[in-house]
C-alpha cells in the first residue's frame, strides 16, 4: 500500500514538473506571485491536480502489481516527493528557510550561499531525485500479470 501511495505521488509530482504553470502565467502577463494561496504554492496545487492523470497512468500500467517489493528506488520516490510537496507548503517553507539561515550563520558560509539559494537548491535536488527515482522504479518493474491464461485447445480425435 505504501509503495503504491509513493509511486503515484511521484507519477504526480513529476507529471506536475512537466507542466511549467509558472512560466506560462508569466507569459501570459500574470504574476504567479500575486496568484497568494493561503497555505499551499502553485507548485503543489500543480502536484494536487496532476493526481487523477497520474492515477490513471497508474491503473493503465498496472504498477499496483508490478512495483518490486521493496525497492532502495520505491524509498527514494516518497522521500523526494515529499521534500518537494513540503518545500511548496508556507508553514514548512518557513521552517526550512529559519534552519537554513541559522545553519548559514553557525558554519560562517560565504555571503553568496545565502539562506534562499540553500532552499532552491533543496528544491532542485528533490526535483531531481523525483526524476531519477521514478525511472529507477519503472526500469525494475516486474512482469504484467496475466488476466487468464488462454485455455487449451481439445484434442482432435481421428476419424478411423
Same mark, same amino acid.
Given at each position: 500500500? !505504501?509503495?503504491? @501511495?509513493?509511486?503515484?505521488?511521484?507519477? @504526480?509530482?513529476?507529471?506536475?514538473?512537466?507542466?511549467?504553470?509558472?512560466?506560462? =502565467? &508569466?507569459?501570459?502577463? %500574470?504574476?504567479?506571485?500575486?496568484? *497568494?494561496? &493561503?497555505?499551499?504554492? =502553485? @507548485?503543489?496545487?500543480?502536484?494536487?491536480a496532476?493526481?487523477?492523470?497520474?492515477?490513471?497512468?497508474?491503473?493503465?500500467? &498496472? !504498477?499496483? *502489481?508490478?512495483?518490486?517489493?521493496?525497492?532502495?528506488? %520505491?524509498?527514494? #520516490?516518497?522521500?523526494?516527493s515529499? %521534500?518537494?510537496?513540503?518545500?511548496h507548503?508556507?508553514?514548512? !517553507? $518557513?521552517?526550512?528557510?529559519?534552519?537554513?539561515? $541559522?545553519?548559514?550563520? +553557525?558554519?560562517?558560509?560565504? /555571503?553568496?550561499?545565502?539562506? *534562499?539559494?540553500?532552499?532552491?537548491? #533543496? $528544491?532542485?535536488?528533490? /526535483?531531481l531525485? %523525483?526524476? +531519477?527515482?521514478?525511472?529507477?522504479? #519503472?526500469?525494475?518493474l516486474?512482469?504484467?500479470? &496475466?488476466? $487468464?491464461?488462454? +485455455?487449451?485447445?481439445? +484434442?482432435?480425435?481421428?476419424?478411423?
Amino acid at each position: 500500500m !505504501l509503495r503504491n @501511495a509513493s509511486v503515484l505521488l511521484g507519477l @504526480a509530482v513529476l507529471l506536475s514538473l512537466l507542466f511549467p504553470l509558472k512560466s506560462l =502565467l &508569466q507569459a501570459g502577463g %500574470v504574476d504567479p506571485l500575486a496568484l *497568494h494561496l &493561503q497555505v499551499v504554492d =502553485l @507548485a503543489s496545487v500543480c502536484a494536487l491536480a496532476a493526481v487523477l492523470p497520474a492515477l490513471l497512468l497508474f491503473r493503465d500500467a &498496472q !504498477l499496483a *502489481h508490478r512495483i518490486p517489493r521493496w525497492s532502495a528506488w %520505491v524509498a527514494l #520516490l516518497a522521500t523526494c516527493s515529499l %521534500v518537494f510537496l513540503l518545500l511548496h507548503v508556507s508553514w514548512s !517553507l $518557513e521552517l526550512v528557510t529559519g534552519y537554513a539561515r $541559522e545553519a548559514a550563520a +553557525a558554519a560562517d558560509l560565504p /555571503r553568496a550561499i545565502t539562506p *534562499h539559494r540553500i532552499v532552491a537548491g #533543496l $528544491e532542485f535536488a528533490s /526535483r531531481l531525485g %523525483v526524476l +531519477a527515482a521514478l525511472v529507477g522504479v #519503472l526500469l525494475r518493474l516486474d512482469a504484467a500479470p &496475466q488476466d $487468464e491464461l488462454p +485455455a487449451p485447445l481439445p +484434442a482432435k480425435r481421428r476419424k478411423p
